[in-house]
């Protein structure tokens, strides 16, 4: 925060170049915590986006569709068995 040349206490506060006095001063830290509350938010959703759904759907394949084409296969091309 920077100071103003005059003594009364106001303030400038470097984000927004307002002017603020010593009890909204509070408030911008707040600010910053819903800042990085937002952004785990984000990286969750990246993370979760990109990494663990499609991991989830590809091995939902291997493990359920890939034994069952395998058993069609087999009973469609050896009817005897």
Known sequence: MLETAS???????GRTMSSVGD?????SA?????KMIGFIGAF???VMTVLIV???VVATFVTVM???MLIWYAIAQFPFL
């Open 7 to 13: 003594t009364n206490g106001a303030a400038i506060d």
């Open 23 to 27: 009890d909204e001063s509070v408030n």
């Open 30 to 34: 707040s600010m910053d915590l819903k």
């Open 44 to 46: 969750y959703w990246l």
């Open 54 to 56: 499609p991991g989830a």
């Open 66 to 68: 890939v034994p069952t």
